[in-house]
């Protein structure tokens, strides 16, 4: 079986050929050439014509044809590409690439239509991603909007086990969102496209710690530090221009609740000394209040209802944010010491 299929590809290339041979020495030449013409097989046409002997009675005809067909070929072409190409505004890259196929049909080597095809083949699978990729954020942003009602309906359930199977599918649900969205992040870093991988790496963190997200985002955010440190020395006399965007790049950090990211964006304003940074530090200071505060609340309302684990997550998040704070190094080791003597009392018989 083997030794056939490998036979197979060159049987099949000598029994074209040996059609093209039997056409050309055919009486039946120009007829038959003139149908595939008719039918816009030009290539077939052009091979048929080359291979027709010196001694055939249509021999001169048929090759002072070859100008016409060779023409009406690279027309046919032309009109199948630009056929396909009104439909690229709308992004419909299915119906060019029919439109490309249906040429390919007759043309079935053509480079120019091949060409086409690979590039809308390519501009089909980018679509795809991105309208993945736009679900998947979507999907984060809800996870995100519903913890604190999953939180809540756990801590006031009364059937417990019921609602905490609940909530440990929603557990799991954003710790694989949030695997997604780093490797959302990491193609976008790759690409050096910045802003979408900042993007997607923000909301995985929010949707679930994840360690790989938080590195990557902290060697974005130092990509485009020294990015921005090496233009300010190439290009001094623009500072004024680059504060808009250091403003827009300390609210948008801000919102995403990347404070470290707002307090390096704040560093690099400060360091222009070319504008008064007392509000932007209040409004930082403010804003990172709030997060510890709600860290703080959330690892209460896990620590209630059992989940210690994740409690403790919340508030080293929190001391991460304000170290040193004894109110959230106290609720670490009280839980600390919780599962320390849970793991003893397993332990005893």
Known sequence: MTALSRLYPLLLLSLLTGCTTFYANSDSASSQIDSWVSEHKYDKALETIAAVPEDHPDYKSLNNAIAGIEKNRQRYIQNIVKSAQAFEPANDWVSAESLIDEGLKNLPDAPELMTQKSFYQHKRAERIYKDETAVLL????????????QESALYNARGKYSAEQTFNRYLQESKQVSRELYAVGYNYWQ?????????????????????????????????????RANARTAQSKKALEQLPELERSFKDRLFANDLAGAQKVLNEIRAMQITDVADYEEQLKSHRQLRIDSLIKSGDTLYTAGYIG??????????????????????????????????????QP
């Open 310 to 347: 994740e409690a403790v997550i919340r508030w080293q998040q929190a001391l991460n944010l304000d170290p040193g704070n004894q109110v959230i190094q106290q609720r670490i080791e009280r839980a600390d010491t919780f599962l320390k003597n849970l793991e003893r009392w397993k332990d």
């Open 138 to 149: 979507a999907k984060a942003h809800y996870l995100i909007t519903s913890r604190p009602y």
């Open 191 to 227: 690409e050096q496209k910045y802003t979408q991988a900042k993007q997607a790496l923000t909301l995985s963190i929010e949707t679930s710690a994840n360690d790989l997200s938080s590195e990557l985002l902290s060697e974005i955010l130092a990509i485009e530090s020294t990015q």
